[in-house]
């Protein structure tokens, strides 16, 4: 099953929410965080794009795959490189 994830103002709000402080705060080193931030993203791209997305965190977590959250890292990254390449 797929669902698309990419990081929106609504994700980060809910990231908000959910865990108490601003992604610009997340220790990028916490599965949980990161796994919370990837969840919050899936469920507002799915939002957004009027995809049913019932899936709670815990099965959420129990869905996602090692291999899964190393490409995410690996897409986030790429992001945040572009970000700073467009900054310089």
């Known amino acids: 099953m797929e669902f698309p994830c990419r990081l929106t103002m609504g ?3 809910q990231f908000k929410r ?4 601003d992604v610009s705060q ?5 599965m949980e965080e990161l ?30 795959s090692p291999a899964d959250m190393a490409k ?5 990254a790429e992001a945040n490189e572009k970000k700073s390449e467009k900054e310089q």
């Open 11 to 13: 994700a980060m709000l």
């Open 35 to 64: 796994l919370t931030l990837m969840w919050c993203c899936v469920s507002s791209a799915c939002r957004a794009d009027n995809i049913e997305f019932s899936i709670d965190f815990t099965m959420f977590c129990d869905l996602v």
């Open 72 to 76: 995410w890292n690996s897409a986030i």
């Open 26 to 30: 997340m220790n990028w080193e916490d």
């Open 18 to 21: 959910t865990v108490g402080k």
